[in-house]
């Protein structure tokens, strides 16, 4: 399963999206360290269903024709100026982001707290200073690792006579660098790596770093910002969002009031309300129109498929009707890689299946594909193995 991390300073409202996105529990409260251990859930990725263009709605796996896919959604605790350096809960953070394969920065648009997370007044801080700081955390929480190796890894490579990007690759490989990541941050460097200063050592991190992580903005408290904020996360295409709303939406409809899916634009209300209720969900109302919904599962879409790269593939085994082998219409929605092919697809699903592939078939046109057939979004595919 795809692994997200949600990351920021305190009080940015991060514990606040992830019970918005996961309905977990989730301690939240507005002071400093809320979070101390990672909270793990599951969120989703909302895509339209096939099942409508293919003529087999309902498929029974979908809401009204919107389907969830499963992602996993880590809430790192929040971090503090200097954390590279042990400061707060300093790299225990740090290391909690190795799981994640992307990062949702989730920062205070509305500028109310300061670079430690305490209160201060609406407006008081540039949202975009809080930008440049987690990635100047995670790039210097990189180059202490490797500054505190670098003069034995350069030996080793000189006296092992080894492949430089290979080696390093192999003492990163626990933070998720591959040597592909490494190799062409090494190219970009502009000088040696067995030249490299304390400065070009750094930047080394900052480019390896821009490989390894995948960053989408998530302006928060979007609710109560400033619009001057709000355009200049907008400008760096940042996602303007309210955790705050996301999750009185959701516990609403989970409580009977409203009719709501994550994403929707707009809500119905379903079941009798008091003044205050009504006030507040008039008050979401009109800011879903203005933004076009709350922005959360937004935010999640958009790490997804546009800063992951990933696309929507539907595995069956009966290519006429759809589905599996107990009759269930399009049972599983799987997320792929842009480029996965079909040999690909068929390891995805189960080793032994890949193993002893034979062909697939494309089963909205019923033809057979080849192994290197690069999957396209929404593509249904059977699988013939002998397995």
Not at 46 to 63: F, H, Q, S, T, W
Not at 200 to 205: D, E, V, W
Not at 236 to 250: K, P, Q
Request: with cysteine; hydrophobic share 40%; proline share 3%.
């Amino acid at each position: 399963m795809i692994e997200i991390g949600l990351a920021g300073k305190p009080n940015a409202g991060k514990s606040t999206f992830f019970k918005a996105a996961t309905m977990a529990d989730a301690e939240i409260a507005n002071y400093p360290f809320t979070t101390i251990e990672p909270n793990v859930g599951v969120a989703h990725v909302r895509v339209d269903c096939v099942c409508k263009e293919l003529n087999v709605y309902p498929c029974g796996n979908c809401v009204d024709g919107v389907r969830f896919i499963p992602v996993k959604l880590i809430d790192i605790a929040g971090l503090v100026p200097d954390a590279h350096k042990g400061r707060g809960l300093g790299n225990e953070f740090l290391d909690d982001l190795r799981q994640a394969d992307a990062i949702i920065h989730v920062v205070d648009a509305s500028g109310s707290t300061d670079e430690e997370g305490n209160e201060i007044g609406v407006g008081q801080r540039d949202p975009l200073d809080d930008v440049r700081f987690l990635e100047n955390e995670l790039v210097m929480w990189l180059f202490g690792i490797l500054k505190k190796n670098w003069d034995k890894i350069v030996r080793r490579i000189q006296m092992e006579k080894r492949d430089p990007a290979r080696y390093i690759a192999e003492q990163l490989a626990g933070l998720g660098f591959d040597e592909v990541m490494v190799r062409e941050s090494l190219r970009d460097a502009g000088k040696q790596y067995s030249e490299f200063d304390d400065d070009a050592l750094k930047g080394f991190a900052e480019r390896l770093m821009e490989r390894r992580f995948r960053i989408l903005i998530a302006g928060n408290k979007a609710d109560k910002a400033p619009e001057e904020n709000l355009k200049k996360l907008k400008e760096i295409g940042a996602v303007t969002c309210s955790a705050i709303f996301e999750l009185t939406l959701r516990t609403a409809s989970k409580n009977g009031f409203i009719k709501y899916l994550p994403g929707d634009e707009d809500f119905e209300i379903v079941k009798e309300l008091n003044e205050k209720q009504r006030k507040a969900l008039e008050m979401i109302r009109e800011f879903m129109k203005k933004n076009g919904g709350t922005g959360i599962q937004e935010a999640i879409n958009r790490i997804v498929f546009e800063k992951l790269g990933y696309i929507v593939v539907y595995p069956v085994e009966d290519e006429n009707k759809f589905t599996d082998s107990k009759g269930n219409v399009l049972p599983d929605a799987m997320l792929v890689k842009k480029g996965t092919t079909a040999r690909e697809l068929a390891y995805k699903i189960h080793t032994e299946i890949g193993e002893k592939y034979i062909y697939a078939i494309d089963a909205r046109k019923k033809i057979r594909i080849s192994e290197d057939y690069e999957l396209k979004n929404n593509d249904v595919i059977k699988i013939v193995s002998s397995a």
